[in-house]
């Protein structure tokens, strides 16, 4: 029952947090409990998710168009938009990745058939990101199978790790793991059900890949195939009204929308048999990666929010929580970028 009860840890943060990280709190716990609850879950829920990864050397490649969407939107001389707008170019040319790279918000065209406009005075600019790949998803020449978005403070340090390899490695198993025991020749009917539903003949393909922390999912780095479910996920995202009234102002709210979308209503309907079965409780159509495989965060944050610190070998290093604006933050975009520059630099030479 270990993911269940993550995931109402995890829906819990979406209620906690306004304006920044809380400590106070209607329950007679901390934010701080909260998080050393959700990051101990975490550790035993990730041995379970490891199960369903495919091995995957770290150059693989699909036999699919994948593109990069980011906005960097910030004042052209702002080091956090040089520095990410280099990182993301470097990478995308040594992988042949087609670049969406935004730096104005007159780049992002209203998606009316969606209901999804920027400018609606509604939408904060963290929503941005969801009309930029719901349109970058609906291109036909070119046609992206794949779209990876990576904020303009995430850096790539792997150069490489193709990111054909992530998606394979979460992506190339459709069935989820859990905790059923085998097969018998005679098994009950409410088991053979059971066992239905978590492996199903024809399972929904993986159409989104996240992160998770202790406190839940860091959107600002994601992976979404162009399938119908994705598409309808990002309007319902965009269109989702949980944070209406005071949570209007939530500091994180286009990442507690995406995950109460995703979590709610199996977290909310899970029957006994599923529970004690360890289930997944993400929709079919989601994986959850380690965030060495997808984002992992700089030390501050990290320890913020009792999570993985970037180590080397991990694929992007993420810098949510620290002001662009601040010269200590800008030293660790340096210092990132740098690292990746330099690892560059030392793959062509052993070519």
Not at 202 to 220: C, Y
Not at 237 to 255: A, F, M, V, Y
Not at 328 to 334: G, K
Request: hydrophobic letters at 40%; a negative charge; proline letters at 6%.
């Amino acid at each position: 029952r270990m993911r269940r009860a993550l995931a109402f840890v995890h829906m819990g943060f979406i209620f906690v947090r306004d304006k920044g990280f809380s400590e106070c709190t209607p329950w007679p716990v901390q934010g701080w409990d909260m998080l050393l609850a959700g990051r101990n879950l975490m550790e035993v829920v990730r041995r379970l998710e490891d199960e369903s990864i495919t091995p995957t050397a770290p150059q693989f490649r699909l036999r699919e168009r994948v593109a990069i969407v980011s906005i960097c939107a910030y004042g052209e001389e702002e080091p956090v938009r040089v520095i990410g707008v280099e990182n993301h170019q470097i990478y995308a040319q040594l992988h042949g990745y087609d670049l969406f790279q935004i730096t104005s918000s007159s780049q992002i065209a209203p998606n009316l058939a969606s209901g999804m406009d920027i400018n609606d005075g509604v939408h904060k600019p963290f929503f941005w990101k969801v009309n930029a790949v719901k349109n970058v998803l609906e291109q036909q020449s070119p046609r992206y199978d794949w779209v990876l978005w990576i904020d303009c403070d995430a850096f790539f340090m792997d150069p490489g790790r193709t990111i054909d390899s992530v998606i394979h490695m979460h992506a190339a198993n459709a069935t989820a793991a859990s905790r059923l025991e085998p097969r018998q020749l005679q098994e009950a009917s409410e088991l053979a059900q059971l066992r239905q539903r978590l492996q199903p003949t024809m399972p929904p393909e993986v159409s989104l890949i996240v992160a998770t922390d202790s406190s839940g999912i860091n959107n600002g780095v994601w992976l979404m195939k162009n399938t119908p479910w994705s598409h309808d996920f990002l309007v319902r995202w965009w269109h989702s009204d949980i944070l209406q009234g005071p949570g209007k102002n939530h500091n994180c709210s286009d990442q507690s929308t995406m995950q109460h979308q995703l979590l709610y209503a199996t977290s909310m309907s899970m029957d006994e048999l599923w529970d004690a079965a360890e289930g997944p409780v993400w929709v079919p159509e989601v994986r959850v990666a380690a965030q060495e495989h997808l984002q992992s965060f700089h030390a501050a944050t990290a320890a913020t929010v009792a999570s993985r610190e970037w180590q080397p070998g991990d694929f992007i290093k993420h810098h949510p929580g620290c002001h662009y604006y601040k010269m200590p933050c800008q030293q660790l975009y340096v210092e990132a970028h740098s690292h990746f520059v330099s690892m560059a630099q030392a793959m062509a030479a052993a070519r």
